[in-house]
């Protein structure tokens, strides 16, 4: 993190881009890095970012897919400017809605969509953010994410999210009563030999096939204390990898 020498902001440093990270409901972290490096576009596609916040997630896709028509909404009006402060920072052309996913209804539909919801324990978090979580999982909870997916979708749209693992299985359900299956999975441990704490997972609009699984760990003793698929992965975006 740096200091802006003029306003005093803080801006959050990737290797291709900056952004303001001070008032966004939620600020950047390791999950919304780690979906936004392992989510993979196709070109010529369409691609929504649920709950932006600072903009992060979708910042990082337009670098790695230039060519792929980005859109991105949150329902709160700070996120909503910080992120359209980001956007124009970075001279990306991502279009953002102010709005309730519950309740948003473009004229187009999406090939891709993308989210870090608020599904993790608050208990984990600083005080200052501990009621923004409360709020944000009672207007976006699982099954009206899911229903804003579903509405918004083509028949071979795709969702990719990070959710933490003991809400795995009540995420995979509540795809099966839309119609999507799961495409790839990825297991994220804290460390080496340590605890599964996320999720990576990818749907897909009546996909039925064989399911695409793997791991990787974040934190090792060797590599510089990071696992080397875990850097591998993101050592497009960190300054230190």
Not at 31 to 45: F, I, M, N, P, R
Not at 78 to 84: D, V
Not at 171 to 181: C, E, I, P, R, W
Not at 199 to 228: C, F, P, T, W
Request: charged share 25%; hydrophobic share 30%; with cysteine.
């Amino acid at each position: 993190m740096t200091k802006d020498l003029k306003t005093g902001s803080e801006y959050f440093k990737f290797k291709h881009f900056s952004l303001r990270n001070s008032d966004s409901a939620f600020k950047v972290n390791t999950d919304g890095v780690l979906l936004a490096a392992w989510t993979t576009l196709e070109k010529g596609k369409s691609c929504l970012d649920i709950g932006t916040g600072s903009g992060v997630i979708a910042l990082i896709l337009s670098h790695k897919y230039p060519t792929i028509n980005f859109s991105a909404i949150d329902i709160d009006p700070t996120s909503y400017n910080e992120a359209i402060y980001n956007f124009k920072l970075n001279q990306k052309p991502i279009k953002c809605f102010l709005d309730d996913f519950k309740s948003f209804r473009p004229k187009m539909k999406f090939d891709h969509f993308v989210s870090n919801p608020p599904y993790f324990k608050s208990s984990t978090l600083p005080s200052s953010e501990k009621k923004q979580v409360s709020k944000h999982q009672g207007i976006l909870d699982m099954k009206n994410l899911w229903s804003g997916v579903s509405s918004l979708s083509k028949n071979d749209s795709k969702l990719s999210v990070i959710i933490p693992f003991d809400l795995n299985n009540e995420f995979d359900n509540y795809s099966k009563d839309y119609g999507f299956g799961l495409k790839r999975e990825t297991r994220v441990f804290g460390k080496k030999n340590g605890d599964l704490v996320r999720v990576l997972k990818e749907y897909q609009n009546g996909y039925r096939a064989e399911v695409e699984m793997n791991s990787i760990h974040i934190r090792d003793k060797e590599n510089g204390g990071y696992g080397k698929a875990y850097m591998e992965l993101c050592k497009d975006l960190y300054l230190h990898f």
